[in-house]
């Protein structure tokens, strides 16, 4: 029940790259529901895929297998349900994610049961690792000091759109993120962009890691094995409203859940996804005291701060102003960190 005193929230859901070394275990940390976990692991059991309970407990954690598709988006779904299960306090008005966070996103907003949840990012980050179609990078587009640069940008996709029209080279915008450009294609698209853009801050561009050219109409046939295997009966009316890649909101009581199944097996894996405008829109629709960003990781705030900046949210419009504001009052929590997951939860 919401008190007088209550502050609003928008949720959260990370997607991919989010579980690292310093996540593992995460789950034993956080996910209470054993039973639940247990009916999760016994899906992958049944599939011929490691436990969750097996990968979380590790005793090291490995690129090789902690960010494979069929293992990550798992991973990285359980412990995001676990994080907005745990969430106290505070009224969530609506729930967004990035990428993979979509599918997240369904079942804290309500529209996935759990089970339902685990079984489409189960399903579909097995088929992309099966397929493992094309690559992605990253780079950004505004300075150490997230000032917003149109012309940057701007210049950064006639270079992309320059490379995709080369014979034999495949390039496109696969994730608005904040002030970066998350981009999809085939080696010899990567390759160009890597070769045309200076390097930055002694990491980008950077090449992820087990990331296939999501977002991006190379991923046309994992889109159709996935509509294949899983049932627009899965889908039903959200409890919460939820933001897509697009910017639209899904409202309780009115989804066309056959448009909810298309796009979550259509759109959202083969066209471009804009967290930014995701995120602009979560800010504008619903005024938010707080955002809360779910586990695993904090890799996420940095983007959903860079994104309120482009929006030019509250006036902020550089990191600076983010910084002062996070200060003085908290507009953005991280519940990878601990200090701030007590903030939105009952025993942190």
Known sequence: MKTAAMKTAVVICPGRGTYTKSELGVLKRHFKDAGLLAAFDARRQAAGQETLTALDSAATYSVAKHTRGDNASALIYAATLADFRAIEGVEVVAVTGNSM?????????????????????????????????????????VDEDWHPDPARKAGLLAIMADIAARLGHVLALSIDLGGMLVLAGNEEGLKAFEGAVPPLQGRFPMRLANHAAFHTALQAPVAEAGRARLSPALFGQPRLPMIDGRGHVWWPGACDLQALWDYTLGHQVVESYDFTKAIAHAAREFAPDLFIVTGPGTTLGGAVAQSLILANWRGLSAKADFQTRQEASPILVSMGMEAQRTLVTAAG
């Open 101 to 141: 966070g979509w599918y997240s996103t369904l079942a804290c907003g309500g529209a996935l049961t759990p089970e339902g949840g685990f079984e489409v990012v189960n399903t579909m980050g097995t088929l992309m690792q099966e397929r493992l179609i094309g690559g992605q990078l990253i780079y950004p587009f």
